[in-house]
């Protein structure tokens, strides 16, 4: 392979994934409160297919993504992303203008198609980089979905004319200029990164033999399902909890302006960028995976549990309080469910079954909003109640399945559960 992709490409796919996921950010908080309020229904299920939408279409488009990169190369499907993501945006302006439901549904599936390519960027990084090399060049795309989903928000609250009054179409121009300058820098500095030596076999959708791999490896499926639930009591919580804090349910419980609601979501992101990054990379080879997971786990039970009385109350301080707890918690469940998956593995294996996390993670991602919301404007503490329940579940399963596998190097020596340290 040619070193010149290789140079200061991944700077390059860095800040394009960045400032692209800035735009996605700047519109997440705002979407369910605009849709509320175009046309309100009263069960909230319109409000929840549109926000499982976005997810519904990535997980669809990700693999057919990934298999066409494959033949005409990473460059241009990422291209393709981006402007689509720019069409999408602005689309989405629109339909805040002429207060426009099914104008929102149109612009979040095709965002969510355009959005798949995150995908086909992380195949880039793998051919861009070496086998040592790889893991620090993929934790530049959580990086950069850390800081957009931090400084996203941030946007989004400049973006809103005055703290009280409809933001009108802005967002949405903001978030398609972003995907805009996103793409100039593609097109000029981006070079193809697919060559001959590039990984090009077949993807599948379904792959039937990485479930039969998962199911017939000693607490995989369980560490597999422990992911699902982790992941759908959270994107359960995403989408409720800005109509919760504007004031959108029956009876409202907070009434935050919609800049108080983009700074709310900043929190989140940077709370969950400063756990992931400051403290889950320090402890993660002290403590072992399993205690860092259970421990985030009944951490989220707790925060689920706050949550619940700050809606009770209508406390702003226990409503930070538990979303620092809820937070916290979450950010150190995935990594650590995936280093546990990773170290059970059969390393010839890895790839697939690592896969198969994925989508259980991209189905829990399109099930909870489309759950979540309808409880909500059922009950606004139920989502809370169910969202608890869900992670008790989660902590068990965590702790049974941790404590019955051994690590793949170690299983054939009946070697001690990789829960303890």
């Known amino acids: 392979m040619s ?9 390059v796919i860095f800040l394009t994934v960045l400032i692209d996921l800035l735009g996605f950010g700047i519109v997440l908080p705002l979407l369910p ?31 057919l993504w990934g298999r066409i990169s494959d033949r005409i190369g990473r460059r241009p499907v990422i291209m393709v992303g981006l402007f689509a993501s720019l069409i999408c945006y602005l689309l989405f302006g629109w339909a805040t203008v002429r207060k426009s439901l099914v104008l929102l549904f149109v612009s979040r599936i095709g965002a969510g198609m355009a959005g798949a390519t995150i995908s086909t960027a992380q195949a880039y990084i793998a051919d861009t980089t070496s086998v040592e090399g790889r893991a620090k060049g993929m934790a530049l795309v959580g990086m950069a979905f850390g800081i957009g989903f931090t400084f996203g928000p941030l946007l989004g609250y400049l973006a809103v004319p005055d703290g009280q009054s409809d933001p009108g179409p802005m967002p949405g121009v903001m978030a398609a200029v972003l995907s805009g300058v996103a793409f100039v820098l593609a097109w000029f500095l981006l070079p193809e990164s697919l060559n001959p030596e590039s990984d090009q076999r077949p993807r599948r959708l379904f792959d039937l033999q990485a479930i039969r791999s998962a199911t017939a490896l000693p607490s995989i499926g369980s560490l597999v399902l422990a992911v699902f639930v982790s992941v759908f009591a959270f994107s359960m919580f995403e989408p409720t909890l800005g109509l919760l804090v504007k004031g959108e349910t029956d009876p409202p419980v907070f009434e935050f302006s919609f800049r108080q609601v983009c700074l709310t979501f900043a929190y989140v992101g940077f709370v969950l960028a400063i756990v992931q990054g400051g403290v889950v990379r320090r402890v ?61 593995t059969d390393p010839r294996n890895q790839g697939s079954i690592l896969g198969l996390a994925q989508s259980a993670s991209a ?24 969202g608890a329940a869900t992670m008790a579940v989660g902590c068990t399963l965590i702790v049974i399945a941790a404590s019955k596998g051994h690590d793949f190097e170690d299983a054939s020596e009946g070697e001690a559960s990789s829960i303890s340290p």
């Not at 070193?3 to 200061?8: A, I, M, S, T, Y």
């Not at 175009?38 to 488009?61: D, K, N, R, V, Y």
């Not at 829990?364 to 809370?384: C, T």
């Open 3 to 11: 070193l010149e992709p290789r140079r200061g490409s991944l700077l």
């Open 33 to 63: 409160i605009y849709a509320a309020q175009f046309e309100p229904h009263p069960t909230g299920i319109q409000l929840g297919a549109l926000m499982a939408s976005f997810s519904a279409m990535q997980f669809l488009f990700a693999p």
């Open 284 to 344: 993660a080879g002290r403590v072992a995976e399993g205690h860092l997971a259970a421990g985030g786990a009944a951490a989220e039970v707790l925060g689920f549990a706050g949550l619940a009385v700050a809606a009770d109350q209508g406390s702003i301080a226990w409503l930070f309080a538990s979303l620092t707890v809820l937070v916290s918690g979450f950010a150190f469940i995935t990594p650590s469910l995936n280093g546990l998956i990773s170290r059970r």
């Open 363 to 386: 189905l829990a991602r399109i099930l909870g909003p489309a759950i979540g919301i309808p409880m909500l404007m059922a009950m606004p503490k139920l989502p809370l109640f169910v």
